[in-house]
C-alpha cells in the first residue's frame, strides 16, 4: 500500500479522481524575491493541481534563514506533526532543496527529509528537474543540491561581507546598537534624513542608509566627562565609574557603570567619528571570534564626533602604554599588596580595585586567575585541586553526556545536536540541554552540587546528572524546565526543600519515561 501511494505521489500523470492530501512548506528569506511566499505557493499550487494533489495544510516561516531547524517554528511544528501522527497528509510539498533547508551539515537535512520518509510521508521538491523516488540518480542529486544549498549561503556571506566593507568605507554605520551616548538615524539614497531608528528597529528599504549620530546630551556630557577624567585627571576607570554610580549616572536600564563599561567608552574610537569594523565575526551562526587587526575596516570622520579626536587618541595612547607597562612582576606586585590589603582575592576584588587590571587581563597574561594566585602566595577556597580534578574529568563529564543523548535515541526519539555544546533537539519539539553537575562541597557542610551554565540556560529543559567528587558515576538525574530556575547559579541539594526536589530521577530510567512525556506533550 505504501509503495503504492508514493508511485501515484510521484509520478506524473492526469488528474487523479481521489486527490492525494498534500501540506506545503514556504521558507522566505531575504536572498531573493523569487522565493517570496507567494511566489512558492503559486508554484506549488500549480504542481499540485498537475499531479493530483490537493493541499490541506500550511507551513510557513516568515523571512527566517535556513541554517538552522531550532529557528524555523513552521519547519519545527511540521516534523513535530509528523512525528506525532498528528498529520493529516500524506505528501509534502516544497518549492525547492534550498526552500527545505541551507544546512551546512547536508545530511541534516536528510535527516528532516527521512522522518518524513519514515513517517510514510514523501516529500516532493516541485521545482526541480527529478522525482524524489528513491532512485540512485536522485539520490545523487538530492546530496548534490544539498551542498549546493548550503555553499549558497556560504557564497552568500561573502558577499554580504563585502557589501558591508564597501558601505562602511563609505561611511555608513553596518552594527546593531552603537553604544551609549550614540543613536541610529536612517537616511535615504538621496542623503535625506528620514528620522531614528528606535532600539530594535531596522531599515526595510533596501536604498536606505544608517549613519550614527550623537545621542541625548545628557549621555554625551556623560561620555565627555569620561574622557576629561580619564585623560586630564587620569583617574581609573573604576574610580570613574564610581563617580558615575554616586551621581546616579545609569549606564544602560537596570545596569550601573563598572570597571569594563567604562572601558568599553574609552577604547572606542566611535566618539571621534571612526567607525571600525569586522574587529570580531560570527560567520554563518558559527562562533564569535576576535579577528586581527589587519583585517578590519576603518572608515575616518565618518560621522560627527562626540569627543574631540584628539582626547579619544590621547585616551588611547594612555591605555596602550598602560597595557604595554604591565609586566608579569608589575602585575603580580599589584595582586600581592591587594591580596594583603583584602586579605583575599577574587575577580570581584580585583575587578573593583583601584589601577589594578581586569581579571581577565590576569587569565590571559597567566593563564588562569588560579595560576595567578599561585603566584602571590594565595590559595583559594576554590583549590588548584579542584580545578586539576575538573579538568581531568572532562573526558568522564563528555562520556556520560553521550551516553544519556545515545539512551534518548535508542528510546526511539529524535535526537540532533544543537549549535549550542552538550544541547540536543529532542524530536524537533524543544531543546535540552545534558550537564554533569560534580559535588561541590562536603565534610562538615551539607553536600552541594552548585549547578552554574549559562549555555544550558538558553535551552528548554536542562537534563543535570549528579555525579560525587571523584566523578566515580551519576548518583542521580534531573529534568528541569530552566524557566524555573531563578538565575544561572543553583544549588541541587539533596533534601526534600532542594529547588529541583520535585525534578528529582533515582534512575536514567525515570529520566527517559520524563523525556518521553515532555516530546509528546511538546507543541
Not at 513535530?80 to 545530511?107: H, K, N, T
Not at 514523501?122 to 543540491?145: P, R, T, W
Not at 535526537?415 to 545534558?434: E, H, Q, W, Y
Request: charged share 25%.
Amino acid at each position: 500500500m505504501q509503495s503504492d501511494l508514493r508511485t501515484r505521489i510521484i509520478r506524473p500523470g492526469p488528474m487523479l479522481q481521489a486527490p492525494v492530501r498534500a501540506a506545503q512548506y514556504l521558507r522566505m528569506s531575504t536572498d531573493h524575491q523569487k522565493y517570496s511566499t507567494q511566489n512558492q505557493a503559486d508554484a506549488i499550487g500549480e504542481y499540485a493541481s498537475r499531479r493530483g494533489f490537493s493541499i490541506v495544510r500550511t507551513y510557513a516561516d516568515e523571512g527566517r534563514s535556513g541554517l538552522r531547524f531550532e529557528n524555523r517554528a513552521a519547519l519545527k511544528e511540521l516534523i513535530s506533526d509528523v512525528r506525532s501522527g498528528l498529520a493529516e497528509y500524506e505528501a509534502i510539498l516544497v518549492y525547492d532543496i534550498s526552500r527545505w533547508g541551507r544546512f551546512q551539515d547536508a545530511d541534516e537535512s536528510a535527516y528532516y527529509e527521512f522522518i518524513c520518509r519514515e513517517a510514510g510521508i514523501q516529500v516532493i521538491y516541485c521545482a526541480e528537474q527529478f522525482d524524489n523516488d528513491g532512485s540512485l540518480a536522485s539520490a545523487i542529486l538530492k546530496s548534490v543540491k544539498r551542498v549546493m544549498a548550503g555553499e549558497y549561503s556560504r557564497e552568500l556571506s561573502k558577499k554580504v561581507f563585502i557589501g558591508q566593507c564597501m558601505l562602511v568605507r563609505r561611511g555608513f554605520w553596518q552594527g546593531a546598537q552603537p553604544g551609549y551616548g550614540l543613536r541610529r538615524a536612517l537616511v535615504g539614497a538621496d542623503g535625506r534624513s528620514k528620522g531614528m531608528l528606535m532600539h530594535g528597529e531596522r531599515k526595510n528599504i533596501q536604498s536606505d542608509r544608517v549613519i550614527l549620530v550623537p545621542g541625548p546630551d545628557d549621555e554625551v556630557d556623560t561620555v565627555r566627562r569620561i574622557f576629561h577624567a580619564y585623560v586630564n585627571n587620569r583617574k581609573a576607570a573604576n574610580e570613574i565609574a564610581a563617580d558615575l554610580v554616586a551621581r546616579g549616572i545609569a549606564y544602560r536600564e537596570n545596569r550601573a557603570w563598572d570597571k569594563r563599561a567604562v572601558r568599553k567608552v574609552l577604547t572606542s574610537e566611535k566618539y571621534a567619528g571612526h567607525i571600525l569594523f569586522n574587529r570580531a565575526s560570527r560567520k554563518l551562526s558559527s562562533k564569535q571570534v576576535s579577528n586581527e587587526s589587519h583585517l578590519w575596516v576603518r572608515s575616518e570622520n565618518a560621522f560627527q564626533a562626540i569627543v574631540d579626536p584628539a582626547v579619544v587618541n590621547a585616551a588611547l595612547a594612555i591605555d596602550r602604554e598602560e597595557r604595554a607597562s604591565r609586566s608579569d612582576e608589575g602585575m603580580l606586585l599589584q595582586l600581592r599588596k591587594l591580596l594583603e590589603e583584602k586579605g583575599k582575592l577574587s575577580c570581584r576584588i580585583i575587578n573593583n580595585a583601584s589601577g589594578l587590571p581586569h581579571s581577565v587581563s590576569y587569565r590571559k597574561r597567566f593563564g588562569s586567575l588560579q595560576v595567578a594566585y599561585e603566584r602571590v602566595g594565595y590559595r583559594s577556597a576554590r583549590s588548584c585541586d579542584y580545578i586539576e580534578i575538573r579538568k581531568s574529568l572532562g573526558p568522564k563529564f563528555d562520556e556520560i553526556i553521550a551516553s544519556l543523548a545515545m539512551a534518548i535515541a535508542g528510546a526511539g526519539l529524535g535526537v540532533i545536536p544543537s549549535k549550542r555544546r552538550n544541547s540536543f533537539i529532542i524530536d524537533g519539539k524543544f531543546t535540552l540541554a545534558i550537564v554533569v553537575v560534580r559535588l561541590a562541597s562536603h565534610g562538615r557542610r551539607e553536600p552541594r552540587w552548585i549547578f552554574q551554565n549559562r549555555t544550558a540556560f538558553r535551552s528548554d529543559q536542562i537534563a543535570a546528572i549528579r555525579i560525587d567528587a571523584r566523578g566515580h558515576g551519576p548518583i542521580d538525574y534531573y529534568l528541569i524546565p530552566s524557566r524555573e530556575v531563578p538565575s544561572v547559579r543553583f544549588t541541587l541539594g539533596s533534601g526534600i526543600k532542594s529547588l529541583a526536589h520535585r525534578y528529582r530521577f533515582e534512575t536514567s530510567t525515570g529520566l527517559m519515561e520524563q523525556i518521553r512525556r515532555c516530546a509528546s506533550e511538546a507543541t
